[in-house]
């Protein structure tokens, strides 16, 4: 049994039916904390799922955590830049309405939230370094055009590599 610890309890109260329905786990509420019955797997799962919802993400989106190959993972604003004035940073990831961080998720089929100075990210493991360089990149000061060119280029290269033959499959002789 896990114990996990809430900052919005509204939130996550309306998401558990969802995440109760779709993973076999039970879930308890205490006055801040949330306790998680199930398998350790699970229960771990479950735990990623309640913090993701807990920092602003909706709960399907959440529940992307329960597939291995996601990953919830967390930026401060803070540690990657000198300015001062950290509106304008949240303001250069969020975008004019919001273009550059829905750009940045289409590319790469992440889901971003930005809340307060941190941005929480839901990517799968293969474009996962691309995502946190791209949103670096940016609080840094880059380029919006040069970190979409990036994330591109990242995007055809992998496409690339897995549609390219190597000559290993099975089956398949050389001559």
């Known amino acids: ?56 993400f909706c709960a399907d989106d959440a529940l992307l955590l329960i597939n291995e190959d996601f990953v919830l993972e967390f930026i401060e604003v803070k540690e990657h830049t000198r300015r001062k004035n950290l509106k ?26 930005i809340h307060g100075n941190t941005v929480g990210v839901i990517v799968d493991s293969i474009h996962l370094d691309a995502v946190v360089q791209a949103i670096e990149s940016l609080i840094q000061g880059a380029k919006h055009g040069n970190v979409f060119a990036y994330l591109e280029k990242q995007n055809i290269s992998r496409r690339k590599f897995e549609e390219d033959d190597l000559g290993l499959k099975k089956g398949v002789k050389t001559d």
């Open 1 to 56: 049994m896990r114990n996990v610890l809430v900052n919005n309890m509204q939130k996550v109260k309306k998401a558990v039916p969802v995440i109760e329905n779709k993973v076999k786990v039970k879930i308890g509420f205490g006055k801040e904390t949330i306790s998680i019955k199930s398998t350790e797997l699970n229960e771990y799962l479950i735990e990623q799922v309640i913090r993701a919802v807990d920092f602003g």
């Open 88 to 113: 304008d940073v949240r303001a250069r990831l969020i975008g004019t309405g919001g273009k550059a961080r829905k750009t940045i998720e289409n590319l790469t089929g992440a889901e971003i939230v």
